[in-house]
Structures are given as structure tokens and as C-alpha cells.
């Protein structure tokens, strides 16, 4: 199969790689780092002056009317560049969910902010304990409205976010989504920061006023956010590899280049192998999502990816840099961060293993009766 980005797609790949490209320098993410909000504000600011922001978007509602393969190329370059902006939380996660099942006044009433830049999304599907698909949060009718009871848990983004969707079940069919305000009665907030040191929030819901978000859906939601942390995963294992084969063709011990030993070859060739297959099953799958086919198994052989093989390569990377792989004032240690944070994000390698024997154990019982 052939993978390869087509024309529009690799003119979208083109004009986000020259956004992030000189503006998300580590000087830039230390500064960021530095401070409370953690966003670079103003690359958010240059990503919808190019109306990336509204890539994915219907043209009904602003947007260019593409879907989730051209966020997929977005992604990959902003992971390349470990770029701290929510772009998977607001326009793949919330605006795409909301474009599809809102309602003609919920959809003007957020959609036009995620275009021009001046609204933040994200969504609430991680708890404690229970799967994303079956979450253990409960929504219960208050006359038109409803009400929330619940725990969620590592909110990306949640602290610079205008609206959350909230998974939660109802007892009246599949799982739904809610959309719930940051200051909404009944839900209570800490902040907390993520492994790669984005700020999240832990949220405890008690009666938390919310309205529901069309029918189901959760499911969709998923499988957008499990596509966008693949893609996300490809940039930023790719330039780790990158990074690091640079490094050792530069770095000298004992008189000759790393590169020219062959221990650090191997090690270096593993990565760039793993990365190659990571690489291929991640848009494999993003494929397959976008031609509206099965995607559940793909998605979650790409995050199985992403969990088991992208830890070896973080790991290969740092390695090979030695001492300078602790310094953080070297760019390879933000690389290892990420790594972690999207190898455990919705579910790590063994949860994806099950989800796959689940899968496998269901359709061989499909076809033996």
C-alpha cells in the first residue's frame, strides 16, 4: 500500500513545518516552560491566520472542509517540533466531534472561535480506572439539562480550555459526550502537568451542569484521538532519530565519530527501523479512518506501536547521547518526555494488546456460529 501524501496534503505539510520551523526553537520552549500557561500563544495566533485551525472543519462552519488524514499531517510536524499547542485537543478532539454532532447553535457558538484562534477545546476521557470506552462518570437528566457525577482525570490542556467534553454514561444507551464550561457549578478543578509538562487537570464532577452533545459519539471520538496521538508519535520519534544521527556523526570518542562504531550503528538502525514501522501503521490506520472503513484492530495495532516500540527508541536516542541526554538544556530530553506521555495517554501497550485479543476472540466466535 502506498501511504504517501498526496498534492493537497503535502502543501498542508509544507505550510505547517514552515510555521513551526525557527519559531519553536529550545530557547522558545524554555521560555515556555518557564511560565504558568505553557502555550505558545503565538504560533496558535500564525496556525489560524494559515487557517489550519479550520482544515478539518465543514465549510458550513468556516472551515476547508478536509478531515482527519490533513490533521494527521499537521500533527506530525507539530510533534516533530514537541510544538505546545492543543491542536489535537481543539480542532481534532472538540471541534471535529462538535462539527458532526452539534447542533446548529452549539456549532456557532464554538465553531467560529476555533477557527479565527480565539477558542480552546479539549476533552475529559481518562479516569482513574475504567476504560475510555466504558467510562465510569454518570450523566442523569435535570429537566432539559443534564447533570454529571464522576471523576476525570490528566485533561490536556484543561487549565487554558473555554469548553471540555466530558465522556459519561447514561444509562440509556452507549456512552455520550457532554459539553461542560471550565466554571460550571458542581465541578471542581485541580491543576496538575503531564509528564512533557503541558498543564492538565484532574476534574471531580458532583452535579456538574452540562448538555449533552448529540447521540453516542464517543466512540468516533476515540478513534480521532487515538489517529491524532499516533500521528503526533510519528514526528516526534522520527526526529528524535533524526536528532540523534546527527548527533553521532558529530560527536568524536577516541578519535572517531560514534557513528563510525559499530554498536552505536546498530543502535541507531533499530530506531530508524522501529520508527519506519511505527510510522507506516499509524497512517495505515489514519487511512483507513478517513475511507470510513474498520479501523478499531489498525488503531489500536499503531498505539501498541507507539507504546512498545517508541519507548525502545526513546530510550535507543537517549542512550547514544550519553551525558548530554540528561542535559536540559539539550532538546533530546523533551523527545524521552513525550515518548512517556503518549506511550501510557488512552490506554499503553498491554491495554491495546487486550482491546486486539478482545477483537480477535469476538470475530472468531462470529465465525464459528
Excluded at 515556555?32 to 485551525?53: I, T, Y
Excluded at 480506572?129 to 457525577?149: C, E, F, I, Q, S
Aim: glycine fraction near 10%.
Amino acid at each position: 500500500m502506498d501511504f504517501s501524501f498526496d498534492e493537497v496534503q503535502e502543501d498542508v505539510r509544507g505550510l505547517a513545518r514552515k510555521l513551526v520551523e525557527g519559531r519553536v526553537t529550545p530557547s522558545r520552549l524554555r521560555e515556555l516552560e518557564a511560565g504558568l500557561d505553557r502555550m505558545d500563544r503565538d504560533l496558535w495566533a500564525e496556525l489560524a491566520e494559515a487557517n489550519l485551525l479550520g482544515l478539518c472543519l465543514p465549510e458550513r462552519d468556516g472551515g476547508s472542509g478536509y478531515g482527519i488524514l490533513e490533521a494527521t499531517v499537521v500533527l506530525e510536524e507539530l510533534g516533530r517540533a514537541v510544538a505546545p499547542v492543543p491542536f489535537l485537543e481543539t480542532v481534532v478532539l472538540g471541534a471535529m466531534t462538535l462539527a458532526e454532532l452539534g447542533t446548529d447553535e452549539q456549532r456557532a457558538r464554538w465553531l467560529p472561535g476555533v477557527v479565527d484562534g480565539s477558542t480552546v477545546l479539549t476533552a475529559a476521557l481518562q479516569e482513574p480506572v475504567a476504560d475510555p470506552l466504558a467510562p465510569a462518570t454518570t450523566a442523569r437528566r435535570d429537566g432539559t439539562a443534564w447533570r454529571l457525577d464522576g471523576e476525570k482525570v490528566a485533561v490536556p490542556w484543561g487549565p487554558v480550555a473555554d469548553g471540555l467534553l466530558v465522556s459519561a454514561t447514561t444509562g440509556e444507551g452507549p456512552a455520550g459526550l457532554f459539553v461542560v464550561a471550565p466554571d460550571a457549578a458542581g465541578l471542581t478543578a485541580q491543576r496538575t502537568e503531564s509528564t512533557h509538562r503541558q498543564p492538565q487537570l484532574n476534574l471531580a464532577m458532583d452535579g456538574a451542569a452540562a448538555e449533552a452533545l448529540g447521540d453516542g459519539g464517543l466512540a468516533g471520538l476515540y478513534r480521532r484521538a487515538l489517529a491524532g496521538m499516533c500521528a503526533v508519535a510519528v514526528g516526534v520519534f522520527s526526529e528524535a532519530v533524526r536528532i540523534t544521527a546527527g548527533y553521532i556523526s558529530e560527536r568524536e570518542q577516541f578519535g572517531k565519530p560514534l557513528a563510525t562504531f559499530q554498536g552505536a550503528t546498530l543502535m541507531a538502525a533499530d530506531a530508524y527501523i522501529e520508527t519506519s514501522g511505527l510510522t507506516l501503521a499509524a497512517r495505515s490506520a489514519a487511512w483507513r479512518l478517513a475511507e470510513g472503513r474498520p479501523a478499531d484492530d489498525e488503531l489500536a495495532i499503531a498505539k501498541f506501536w507507539v507504546a512498545d516500540a517508541g519507548q525502545r527508541i526513546a530510550h535507543r536516542c537517549q542512550h547514544l547521547h550519553g551525558g548530554m541526554g540528561v542535559d536540559v538544556d539539550y532538546p533530546i530530553h523533551r523527545y524521552f518526555l513525550w515518548a512517556k506521555e503518549l506511550e501510557l495517554t488512552l490506554g499503553g501497550a498491554t491495554a491495546q494488546l487486550l482491546r486486539l485479543g478482545a477483537s480477535m476472540a469476538e470475530e472468531a466466535t462470529c465465525t464459528s456460529t
